[in-house]
């Protein structure tokens, strides 16, 4: 393809190669050049140097444009794709698309926690700023700050019917605050030594966990604030507590590298998961509906036939994400992709997906049956700490060290 250039084009150009030329000390080719087009003047000073900076700047371009179209590229397809009436999607396949719906912004510090309630339209936010703050996520409206902390607030959870909130802090102690009326702290529970970094209640409501730097897991009665058991055996800070919707069983996780599972009404540990190579920082239980689809991802290696669970995922500063059958104390798959710690992790209510948020500013959306990482979203401008996924609305929360929460819908 000739590129037809004007007369005064081409004279310009004639100029600029030739102060090129000269200036790198090409004399005989500058002469025989000169000759023959005909340049009887010295190059005028507009001309030096020109030749290297077009030359630059076309690359630079070229590098711009194919980044676009990249980027466009992403864009149609997010539209063909993403769009519910294009590709009719059931509530069950919907996974959160960007861009975010909402960012929230208000804290003064890193989000460690973020939490829908379980009936209303609402999200809690906990934060290093020691509060907790209160949104609606339809609107993305600040409701209201719980203050009571006098140190980093570490995790949040509400009982079954959100009428109740429980809060654990650096401050050693837990909180709960009522969640109907007054939203005032009706009590305040103290006897870990250490950092408190994860809470949950137990289903029916009436007792709490508590997991601790102090390497304990502690039980509280919800009525009178009163301590009634302490599990050991984790030999590092206990990172996470999370309690099985039956009720009977809970997990743990820790700076040990392990995962233990418990049972509620022993003190004992009914089996420990041993196959990350760091710090475990997050656990979520698979809902029922998830069974089939980690049975599937299992089935390549699985001589045994079907696995009963409950399942369990983990993730961990290995930057993996495993899949357990607590069962049998089984690791049944390992999900790579993130880039840094992982940090927080939901399972999809529909059960064939997996979502985790990372310090590598993701939020990646795992395909369970196929072992894959299906969608990854640049989340945040620094690490994601904290993802929560609505049991029964299509929204997805996340939290960051950016100090924002943003609401990602589903579709």
């Known amino acids: 393809m000739k590129m037809v250039l004007s007369q005064r084009q081409r004279e310009e150009l004639n100029q600029a190669i030739a102060d090129y030329l000269g200036s790198n000390g090409y ?51 997010e ?35 973020v939490i829908f309630h379980p009936i209303f339209g609402l999200m809690v936010s906990a934060s290093e700023d020691a509060t907790i703050k209160i949104w609606d996520f339809e609107t993305g409206e600040y409701e209201r700050s719980l203050k009571g902390h006098t140190d980093s607030v570490q995790d949040v959870a509400f009982d079954a019917q959100g009428k109740l909130l429980a ?65 050991t055996g984790h030999r590092e800070w206990v990172r996470m507590v999370r309690v099985h919707i039956e009720g009977s069983i809970f997990a743990t996780c820790s700076n040990d590298h392990t995962i233990r599972v418990w049972l509620t009404n022993s003190k004992d540990c009914k089996v420990e998961l041993r196959d990350h190579e760091h710090t475990v920082e997050c656990i979520a239980w698979a809902p029922e509906a998830a069974a089939s689809a980690i049975n ?39 999900l790579n992709g993130h880039d840094n710690w992982v940090r ?49 609305h299509p929204y997805v929360i996340s939290g960051s060290v950016d100090q924002t929460v943003k609401v990602w819908e589903c579709r």
């Open 79 to 113: 539209v063909i794709e993403g769009a519910p009436t294009k590709n009719k999607r059931t509530p069950g396949e919907w996974i959160p698309r960007p861009p975010e719906k909402y960012s929230l912004t208000g804290h003064r510090a890193s989000i460690t926690r």
């Open 167 to 231: 809060s654990c802090s650096a401050d050693l102690s837990i909180k709960l605050w009522d969640f109907q009326q007054s939203y005032e702290c009706v009590k305040t529970m103290h006897g870990h030594d250490h950092n408190v970094s994860s809470v949950a209640f137990v289903p029916a409501g009436d007792y709490v966990l508590s997991a601790s730097r102090d390497r304990t897991i502690k039980m509280w009665e919800v009525a009178t604030g009163y301590c009634v058991k302490t599990y």
């Open 344 to 392: 927080g992790l939901a399972f999809h209510p529909g059960g064939k997906y997996l979502v985790s948020a990372s310090d590598d500013k993701t939020i990646r959306v795992w395909d369970l049956r196929n072992k894959r990482c299906m969608k990854t979203l640049y989340a945040h401008q620094h690490f994601c700490t904290s993802i929560d996924f609505h049991k029964a």
């Open 27 to 77: 004399n005989d080719s500058l002469e025989a050049f000169r000759k023959e087009a005909d340049l009887s003047t010295e190059p005028e000073k507009k001309f030096g140097g020109l030749l290297e900076k077009k030359w630059t700047s076309v690359i630079r371009l070229q590098k711009k444009v194919m980044e676009l179209e990249a980027k466009l590229t992403e864009a149609e397809k």
């Open 296 to 334: 599937e991802a299992a089935g390549a290696d699985n001589k045994k036939g079907h696995h009963q669970g409950p399942f369990l995922a983990s993730g961990s500063r290995d930057k993996t994400i495993r899949i357990w059958d607590v069962s049998v104390g089984l690791c049944l798959l390992t």
